[in-house]
């Protein structure tokens, strides 16, 4: 069982906005200041997608943003595109541990 | 531009020991600013960090799988290595190697490596 509970599925149409959230469900945790997102294509490596709550590397779109309230982290993706269709992971960090959410199935519709 | 390559055998038998190596290139791995790590996902499951180690061999692990996992360097060679003895079939996974930051995401990930764990 994930320290890091997300929902297993999320849908939208093309041009919508989805957020998908994480949340805290062990002390194990840590402090919960370092979140990450990960984005991952069927057969394919996980991509950075957000790092340290809100911040997007390099190249990344402008149309994900992430943000935290409390015990729960949120990735956002706006304007929804078929590309975006993936799977998604959250992931905390301690000063020796990495959690991973369970991840969540994102569908376009 | 950074690139991580995972390389080892794909099936491995059960009670024997995994053994895979990352080798890294367009950067060194004897760096001060970052961790490199192992992931692994099995077959239509989620991620699971196995663990991460410094370039100095300071490492940190899971520690659903601590006493079965060694993570170790060569900076030589610019490679490091994740060992899992007495594999099951519940190790059957792609696993990745992949470089952590100080905030602790990991930024630059190999293509994968489908271990299976098989007789």
């Known amino acids: 069982q994930s320290a890091l509970t997300q929902p297993a599925s999320v849908s939208g149409s093309p041009g919508q906005s989805i957020t998908i959230s994480c949340t805290e469900t062990s002390s194990d945790v840590g402090d919960y200041y370092y979140v990450s997102w990960y984005q991952q294509h069927p057969g394919k490596a996980p991509k950075l997608m957000i790092f340290?709550?809100?911040n997007r590397p390099s190249g990344v779109s402008n149309r994900f943003s992430g943000s935290k309230s409390g015990s729960t982290a949120s990735l956002t993706i706006s304007g929804l595109q078929a590309e975006d269709e993936a799977d998604y992971y959250c992931?905390?960090?301690?000063?020796?541990?990495?959690?991973f959410g369970g991840g969540t199935k994102l569908t376009v519709l | 531009q950074l690139q991580l390559q995972e390389s080892g055998p794909g099936l491995v038998r059960p009670s024997e020991t995994l053994s895979l190596t990352c080798t890294v290139s367009?950067?060194?791995?004897?760096?001060?600013?970052?961790?490199w790590g192992w992931i692994r996902q099995p077959p239509g499951k989620g991620l699971e960090w196995i663990g991460v180690l410094y370039y100095t061999g300071n490492t940190y692990y899971n520690p659903s799988l601590k006493s079965r996992v060694t993570i170790s360097i060569d900076t030589s060679k610019n490679q490091f290595s994740l060992r899992l003895s007495s594999v099951t079939a519940a190790d059957t996974s792609v696993y990745y190697c992949a470089r952590h930051d100080g905030s602790g995401s990991y930024g630059y990930w190999g293509q994968g490596i489908l271990v299976t764990v098989s007789s």
């Open positions: 992931s905390s960090y301690t000063s020796s541990s990495t959690f």
């Open positions: 340290d709550v809100s």
């Open positions: 367009g950067g060194p791995i004897r760096s001060s600013s970052y961790y």
